[in-house]
């Protein structure tokens, strides 16, 4: 993720909050075309850069802080889903993810979403898909939207028909390919209205500076309320 931050930003000068700290998100302070955005990606070296506790607490209190100073949000997907586990559980992940939620929700700076690989789930929702509000999405041709990985899906979809095929692995590399073919196309999630443009990564730089340029007077109305009741 590194590698990408470096190739989108000013000069390819980060400003990284708590670097050492769940490294499965990458949280920074950078310029885009010169203006200050805050930048959050799904780190997959690092736990494959699925979300758990940590990264979402890390992430939620990054994006709130952006929004508090206006500073627009520029979100980089790649993420597996939501670390399972009865550890991840009994700390409260699903407590943690809606932090995660909420604090987007609530943004009401700029918001530019950029789907670089795997976008699974939950997960996926919660780095700021267009169903919680990004202003602009936007998705590398190796996206892969969906509700879990092609080989998942079959295992789930298809489990009575591989338990009785003579060659089950024959049949599980048949059904994923098709799988694949149908619903992990690359424009499958424009066409879905899941994202509004599949982009040449060669050209994610210009693509964000344009939509950061187009955001730039966005204003939104808070609903009447005296606050949020951020979870907890």
């Known amino acids: 993720m590194r590698s990408v931050l470096a190739e989108l930003v000013d000069d390819g000068d980060l400003f990284e909050i708590h670097e050492s700290w769940a490294r499965n998100v990458v949280c ?48 980089l997907v ?12 009994h700390a409260g992940i ?8 909420y604090a987007y929700c ?13 976008a699974y789930g939950g997960a996926y929702i919660a780095m700021d898909s267009r169903s919680i509000g990004a202003d602009l999405s936007l998705a590398w041709p190796t996206n892969e939207i969906a509700v879990m990985g092609a080989e998942g899906a079959v295992n789930v979809l298809h489990r009575k028909r591989l338990a009785a095929a ?6 599980r590399r048949e059904l994923v390919a098709e799988y694949t073919d149908r619903l992990a196309r690359p424009l499958f ?5 899941l994202v509004d443009d599949v ?24 609903p009447q309320r005296k606050h949020g009741n951020v979870p907890l």
């Open 189 to 193: 999630a424009a066409e879905r209205g």
């Open 106 to 118: 609530e943004a009401t700076v700029p918001r530019i979403q950029v789907v670089l690989r795997k």
């Open 199 to 222: 982009i040449d990564p060669t050209q994610t730089r210009s693509a964000v500076a344009r939509g950061l340029a187009m955001l730039r007077d966005k204003r939104k109305r808070a």
């Open 78 to 89: 790649d993420v597996p889903g939501f670390l399972p586990g009865v550890e991840q559980e």
């Open 94 to 101: 699903i407590r943690h993810g809606a932090q995660l939620l």
């Open 28 to 75: 920074a302070l950078a310029r885009i075309d010169g203006e200050v955005v805050g930048v959050v990606g799904n780190q997959p070296v690092v736990l494959a850069g699925v979300l758990d506790c940590a990264a979402a607490q890390k992430a939620a209190r990054f994006v709130r802080f952006c929004d508090a100073f206006g500073i627009p949000l520029v979100t």
């Open 166 to 171: 003579e060659d089950p692995d024959r049949v």
